[in-house]
């Protein structure tokens, strides 16, 4: 069977910028950078983006490009022994999938309350209580279902599903093409009327200045390196998915260098566009910036909302936020469901329009559990142990097995071969030394403290069951899956 293709260079790198932008790009990089030294903190990160970033993303290329297949089919043509690492991947790729849809779910909501501000004074009430509805539940007591959850999650498998199911060319390439340079104008359009409002300076100051002290903090570099993983889609089978779609002839260096610097360029555009909003913020209230900064999911649907409140045109720059963040989600969404639909494809044999019917309606299924009163705290264990624990793991044994067990200085031929410009010996230093020395320190520390201090005050019942029995039970059907593989035989390839 003949494996589809990108119809062009562009529509390849937007669908691959597309999976690397996501959520995490507008709240999580932002904050990260304000914890970690402002400005300092973009020496750590740069130095991750080039040592582990571009060269992780390289290799990913390359092992698509060249072995034709989603994760599982490249594994296990590196050696059938390794298939259950790509299976690994899919796993995690498919659980990402069910959660990170509740949160688009969110984002389209708050898109339609955006032109009135219907989420009131109280922003933080509103989000917790009348819309979340979380009462005295618990991540394995959900409680009831949320239609006004449920209905905008709908939408968005929809939007998801549309994209699968028509193939990589006629669905995924023609919504990368639009989604991306809109999200792109959004942000900037937001970026060019925020900054200039009073106490906009302030904030950005706050981002950019440099607190050269925390360099010498280990934990610094630790955020950078683990940002950098988090941020690029690296490490759960969507880009070894993507790659496998490239024409013979692709640039892969090229592809890597631009998919990643675009990525990192927009975190930052990303962080210029939060904090302009938080300086004016606390202008407006007469606050510290630092009372008016959150984390994570508070941040696009606690504060921003509040900062909406105070801006001018708040009916034009609300709903302009919360399209930017349905687009990055989406777009990222559209990519981790490609990467399970394109490797059941493969291991079952079965058309696209099939694979994709059967895994958007199991997820969807699946989805709806966070949909529920219960669905953040289920959402933020299972983020937790998944992004932590089971992605970080999943990336390192992936280095380990390429760079230490095959060789990683094949890669550097096959690439340089293939693209405009040569990669140097950095390629090699890089992924055989420095990525896994980082990745195996940020592990084993996640370890250690996840096993000592459990996570966010939950029982202890609910981390055995929803958090390590949840990587336990994906690591063992994986491991299943390779050992019962009656897949056709086929040549091992070499790197």
Not at 135 to 147: I, T, V, Y
Not at 294 to 306: D, R
């Amino acid at each position: 069977m003949n494996r589809e293709q990108w119809g062009s260079r562009a529509g390849f790198i937007l669908a691959a910028v597309g999976s690397a932008i996501g959520l995490g790009n507008i709240w999580r990089f932002p904050y990260m950078a304000y914890e970690n030294g402002g400005g300092a903190f973009f020496i750590p990160y740069l130095f991750a983006m080039i040592t582990a970033g571009i060269p992780f993303m390289i290799m990913e290329f390359s092992l698509g490009h060249k072995l034709r297949g989603a994760a599982p089919r490249a594994f296990s043509k590196l050696g059938t022994k390794f298939e259950w690492l790509g299976w690994f991947q899919v796993s995690i790729a498919a659980i990402i999938a069910v959660y990170y849809v509740a949160i688009i779910g969110w984002a389209i909501s708050y898109l339609g309350m955006a032109f009135t501000q219907s989420w009131g004074s109280d922003t933080n009430a509103f989000f917790f209580s009348e819309y979340l509805k979380l009462g005295e539940n618990s991540p394995s007591q959900l409680g009831s279902l949320q239609f006004h959850i449920a209905i905008p999650m709908t939408i968005a498998w929809a939007i998801t599903f549309a994209a699968i199911f028509t193939g990589v060319k006629g669905g995924i390439e023609r919504a990368s093409k639009i989604m991306m340079p809109l999200l792109f104008l959004m942000v900037l359009g937001f970026i060019s009327r925020v900054v200039f409002l009073p106490g906009a300076m302030d904030g950005l100051n706050y981002l950019f200045q440099p607190d050269f002290s925390k360099i010498l903090d280990a934990k610094v570099w630790s955020a950078a390196y683990g940002q950098i993983f988090f941020t690029l889609s690296v490490g759960f089978a969507i880009m070894i998915a993507y790659s496998s779609y490239l024409p013979k002839k692709s640039d892969i260096n090229n592809n890597a260098f631009m998919t990643v610097l675009i990525n990192c360029g927009f975190s930052i555009m990303a962080g210029v566009m939060i904090f302009a909003v938080l300086g004016y913020m606390a202008q407006e209230q007469a606050k510290p910036i630092t009372e008016v900064v959150s984390a994570g999911v508070g941040l696009a649907f606690v504060t921003i909302p509040a900062a909406i409140n105070l801006l001018p045109a708040p009916f034009i720059l609300g709903p302009l936020f919360f399209f930017a963040l349905v687009v990055a989600g989406l777009s990222s969404h559209i990519s981790i469901i490609e990467a399970v639909t394109s490797a059941i494809i493969d291991k079952l044999n079965w058309t696209r329009k099939k694979a994709a019917v059967v895994v958007c309606g199991l997820g969807y299924l699946v989805s709806m559990a966070f949909a529920t009163n219960g669905g953040l705290l289920l959402l933020d264990l299972v983020d937790y142990f998944i992004n932590n624990i089971a992605l970080l793991a999943s990336c390192l044994i992936e280095i380990a097995i390429i760079a230490w067990l095959l060789k990683v200085s094949d890669i550097r031929q096959y690439v340089n071969e293939r693209s405009e410009f040569s990669i140097g010996k950095w390629f090699e230093v890089c992924l055989r030394f420095l990525s896994p020395a980082m990745l195996a320190v940020i592990v084993t520390t996640n370890l250690i403290n996840t096993f000592n201090e459990g996570y966010g005050g939950y029982d202890h019942s609910d981390l055995l069951m929803l958090g390590w029995g949840l990587v336990g039970a994906m690591l063992l059907l994986a491991i299943i899956i390779n050992i019962t593989s009656k897949s056709q035989p086929h040549q091992e390839a070499k790197l």
